[in-house]
């Protein structure tokens, strides 16, 4: 007899409409993006990518900011993360990309892939035991080192594990993101491995939701969200757990808080379309009256928001946006030219030197962003009936 773990409830007349306005909201944004190309469609796939692997990490006590994360993503080495956070930083980085590229190729879920995922993320500590399975007890403190809950005895660990992968065909018939949030919720409570369970639950919550062949899959993710929301996330992991393994209890209120995250998120993310169309438009001015290249919009973009930059990031970034290559040279000139007209300012010297954007620059963008409509839908279950999200326009 396959062991219990906690059920997908049935959604009710409240999650309806939720669910109905998260699909609208994801389609428009489907619809918006294929009417014709966008350049800056990348840049926010790779921003949104950044960010959820920011945010996973944050939850595990990996602070690094977005700048570092990027830096890491991009295979550039940090400036400021130590050197456990940025090896946490790239082997989440390595497992959620695997994830992504997994999303094609439509494979199958099983224990093996999930403790190849997990080796990904911890290889860099071998006290986690990366690839393998716990073989003692785990429990999560608080701040204060008390402890909060108690997982399931090691030697449950297999058969509740395959009892959730069998379970990720058993409910086909739920909403994928009802599917997301159980597989998330199973694998945290049972706490599979000695380190790395948080990470592992939200990349196989991206994974699954992965399957619902949006855009991208990463614009599926909530990872972001729960990063800036852990106090929430915990609260509502130990309403549900209750200090130890209660495959009984309702789940009703940790699906609750994931829509919720889902439907945040699809407005953070529609919000987040408008700016940086808005923001390319402005850059694309600026680089018609300096009379600079257009393959520097990308690099003026991030330096507009914040980033800093050196000339082997700017390289990276043109070749991504543009998909072809600049040599050192052109990347010096190119970044002298923008530093002539007043858009970036260059600060340290030699190998050191990094690139910031200008005030003028800066101003550009927290104009846009001043600009921004108030967040009046933060409880879809209040609101939504009554009050729905406007969709896109073009």
Known sequence: MSPHIFSTPDPDDTDLPVIEEIAR??????RYVSQQPRRWFGDLRRMSFARAVRGSNWIEGYRASLDDVLDTIEGEEPLDATAQTRAAVAGYRDALTYVLHLAEAETAIDESLLKALHFMMTKHDLRARPGQYRQGPVWVADENGEHVYDAPDAESVKPLMGRLIESLDDDKSAPVMF???MAHLNLAMIHPFRDGNGRMARALQTMVLSREGIVSPIFSSVEEYLGRNTAGYYAVLSE?????WHPQNSTRPWIRFMLTAHYRQAWTLQRRIHETEHLYDRITQLIDRHRLPNRVTGALADAARGRRLRRSIYTRIVEMTD??????????????AMVDAGLLKARGAGRGRTYHGSEKLRNLWQEIRTARPPRAHDDPYKTLPQQPLPGMSN
Request: hydrophobic letters at 30%.
């Open 25 to 30: 909201l994801r389609g428009e944004l489907s």
């Open 179 to 181: 599917q997301a949030a």
């Open 240 to 244: 549900v757990g209750q200090g130890s």
């Open 323 to 336: 998909g072809e290559p600049v040599s050192d040279l052109t990347a010096s000139r190119d970044l002298k």
